[in-house]
């Protein structure tokens, strides 16, 4: 039998960053289609802001091992809408997520293949439970980055597709000075 080396990391939980980790960073241009405002998209292209970065720590793609990442999900927003990471199912649809606020304000979307959706507020140390099935999608309500920590099966893979596509049912966004979680008139 070969055994893996366990693995010890301290986040820096002011930058969200993890020694070592895989980075990914997406940017405005990398989530074309997935706000409802397109004229106010089309405008913040011109700058094409950082949305968010992953720090990810991946093994293979096998069942019982563990992958963690965190993301850094900066503050903005495109028209009303909040800043969001473009969220997805998980190719292995029954694999189940946690997620741990470390800083900043935000939440997440969560919703079934139905439709139906869910708005869970996230601080720091908030979990949040994804149970098997439900797309996710992180929104960032605040006016610092919003950064948390994901533990998920190494096996779970990301399908973007239908969310892609179609979205999600509801929109985080601000009207008034307050946040606002409200039916997509595209969807
Ligand atoms: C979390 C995890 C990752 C995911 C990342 C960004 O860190 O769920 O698996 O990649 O958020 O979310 P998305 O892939 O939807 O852009
Ligand atoms: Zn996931």
Known sequence: MEYKNPLGVDIDLETGVIPGAKKLVR???DLKGYFVDEKAYEELLKENPVVY???AIEQEEKDGDLNFATTVLYPGKVGKEFFFTKGHYHSKADRAEI???????GG???Q????KAE???MRPGTVVY????WAHRTVNTGD???IFLAIYPADAGHDYGSIKEKGFSKLVIEENGEVRVVDNPKW
């Open 119 to 121: 708005w869970i507020e």
């Open 27 to 29: 940017r405005l241009g």
């Open 130 to 133: 994804v149970p098997p099935y």
């Open 144 to 146: 610092e980055p919003f």
């Open 112 to 115: 079934t293949p139905e439709g």
């Open 53 to 55: 970065e992953v720090y």
């Open 99 to 105: 997620y741990y606020g470390i800083k900043g304000k």
């Open 108 to 110: 997440m979307l969560l």
